[in-house]
């Protein structure tokens, strides 16, 4: 495909293996910056991104979310050497919809630069747990915040094929 957007969208990958790698500042400022200039209704831009490079408080989440989902779904993070975290505005209706567009435009960047991500809902169960404010705190979210999509980013340790398409998933009315 010629069209570099296209292909970036056929191409990309949900990676469940990362290389120990770091993520450098530059490639975390260009995916925030692909981020920030994410649309958002009424261009609200109710989102917040904290981004975490430190093993232990992503070990930690991770095992706040397992010991609150009663199942153990292992490293939810697969490893990542840097996860970020969106935190989106309370009481804005769009905020965790605008939050799902700017994650995209991570994944997408990240994948542009050479990079694999897996956008993740899973850590929520930590956030809405009894240490809610804890992780809250932690993790730096504003005042009115919440939890709304975490991002594993990474090289690459892994590769998958292309899910396949369900076909009737689309209608035209004339």
Known sequence: MSNQVLSAISERRSV???????????????????????????????????VVRNKE???????????NLGDDHGDIFYDAPAVIFISAERGWKW???????AVTNIALAAHSLGLGSVILGLPDAAFNGPRENYFNKLLKFPENYEFAVAIAIGAPNTT???????????????
């Open 57 to 67: 408080i992503i070990r930690e989440v991770n095992e706040e979310a397992n010991k």
């Open 16 to 50: 469940r293996g990362y290389k120990p790698d770091p993520v450098t500042d530059e490639q975390l400022g260009i995916m925030l910056r692909a981020a920030q200039e994410s649309p958002s209704a009424r261009n609200e831009q109710p989102w917040h991104f904290t």
């Open 160 to 174: 998958k094929e292309a899910h396949p398409i369900k076909p009737g998933k689309i209608a035209y009315v004339n």
């Open 95 to 101: 905020s965790k919809l605008d939050s799902g567009i």
